[in-house]
């Protein structure tokens, strides 16, 4: 029974400019071999550095701003 190990996504170690690329799926197929927990770690970073907040907004990923 070998199983390979999957490795841990830490979206902290990616630039905003490469996590952004990844969300928007310009880095060919990244998006689609990532897991929703992944994105969802893609976007919390993103939001938390308070980076591409608009671009995130304007593709459904976060909610709109209250105002």
């Known amino acids: ?8 996504f830490n979206a902290g ?3 905003s400019r490469k996590l952004m ?19 969802d770690a893609v976007v919390s970073e993103l939001a938390s550095r308070r980076h591409y907040l608009r671009e995130l907004r304007d593709r459904g990923l976060l909610a709109p701003r209250a105002s």
């Open 1 to 8: 029974m070998n199983q390979k190990k999957r490795a841990t």
């Open 21 to 39: 690329n990844i969300v928007s799926g310009e880095q060919g197929s990244d998006r689609l071999t990532l897991d929703q927990e992944a994105l």
């Open 13 to 15: 170690q990616f630039s």
